[in-house]
């Protein structure tokens, strides 16, 4: 199949199927689908799922994350172009020869960008799910992607080296999941959506423990929304860092950036 769409009356039905599945962009996902599919019978398959609610990344395959083509498996959380805000942060605070931890990776979007636009040295990424591991190591070197809970995962001589920390956790208020869209709450697996009662769970746990991991004056950023940021870098300044909030109104992206002081780097329990 191709995007030029050889045949006319093939794209409009996908188009109707799409548009009356309520699919905001139908146009333009019928494009992509049929650019995907390697046949009628597969095409058809295709829309059937993204009917069914499935989302198209996970469909398709894959996700474009700034610039880059990241690999999503079913049953993986599906990189958002808002967290390409805290990427960028990311990159910007990444110097040549650096030490970047991805912590809650998914598919590994953020590490594949920091390693393609800064001069790191070194990128490694965690996550606790299983599948999301099996993924990012599709996306990443795989010795580099470890699986586990938060710093739990890294190899311990990276305690106290590492000079920037950055996470996209799960901040999703619990009683909030219920009203996500299908397409996350169905197909997403929870543990990349659910922050606890109020969305910052297991951000806390990201911002405790990155003392103990990170070089003096290196830097924490960690996603979350408009409305839980004031909370989070109250909780950042508790921890031992300078923090602010950073947002970028065009894509909807907010994060809590915090640089540690000098005292509290690689400090020990």
């Known amino acids: 199949m191709s995007e030029t769409f050889p045949d006319p009356a093939l794209r409009d039905r996908t188009i109707d199927a799409l548009r009356a599945a309520g699919c ?35 469909i398709v395959g894959w996700a474009e994350f700034r610039g880059l083509r990241v690999v999503v498996e079913p049953g993986v959380f599906v990189p958002r172009r808002r967290t390409g805000f805290l990427a960028g942060l990311a990159v910007a605070a990444t110097g040549d020869g650096a030490t970047v931890v ?35 190591r599709r996306n990443l070197p795989p010795r580099t992607v470890h699986e586990g809970d938060l ?58 423990g990155a003392p103990h991991w990170l070089v003096a004056r290196g830097t924490l950023l960690v996603e979350t929304s408009v409305r839980q940021a004031p909370a989070l870098q109250e909780w950042f300044a508790r921890n031992g860092f300078e923090a602010t ?16 002081s000098d005292a509290q780097g690689g400090r020990r329990e």
Request: net charge negative; proline share 7%; charged share 25%.
């Open 24 to 58: 905001v962009f139908a146009e333009d996902e019928a494009a992509l689908l049929l650019a995907e599919a390697r046949g009628p019978e597969a095409l058809a398959a295709m829309v059937a799922r993204r009917v069914e609610g499935d989302p198209l990344e996970q």
């Open 102 to 136: 991805d912590m809650c990776c998914g598919a590994g979007a953020v590490a594949m960008a920091v390693r393609a636009e800064s001069g790191a040295a070194s990128v490694h990424a965690t996550d606790v799910d299983p599948a999301a591991v099996t993924c990012a």
């Open 151 to 208: 710093y739990a995962a890294l190899p311990t001589q990276l305690r106290g080296r590492v000079d920037v920390v950055v996470a996209n956790a799960p901040y999703v208020p619990t009683d909030e999941i219920a009203t996500m869209p299908p397409e996350a709450r169905l197909f997403e697996p929870p543990v990349a959506l659910d922050g606890g009662a109020d969305g910052l769970d297991v951000a806390r746990r990201v911002v405790a």
């Open 245 to 260: 909030v950073e947002s970028d109104d065009e894509i909807g992206g907010t994060a809590v950036r915090g640089v540690l």
